[in-house]
């Protein structure tokens, strides 16, 4: 066979274990804002649930950021 090269998403992470356990809490607190906002919209507001759901966005964004540009 012939040698391939590696592909990108099987290198190892580059970032710091710092940067990694920012990331993992950042995931952690978007998806328990995310499921809260879901429960609150079926049983409880729409408008309320909205501004849950925009603030975990926010989360998601910063370690999106944090992830692409390997900081």
Do not use: C, Q
């Amino acid at each position: 066979m012939a040698n391939r090269p590696k592909r990108h998403n099987l290198e190892p992470f580059r970032d710091s274990a710092r940067t990694r356990t920012l990331r993992l809490w950042l995931n952690i607190i978007f998806m328990v804002g995310a499921i809260a906002g879901l429960i609150v919209y079926f049983k409880v507001d729409h408008e309320m649930a909205k501004w849950i759901l925009i603030v975990s966005l926010i989360f998601k964004f910063i370690e999106l950021f944090l992830r692409i540009f390997k900081i």
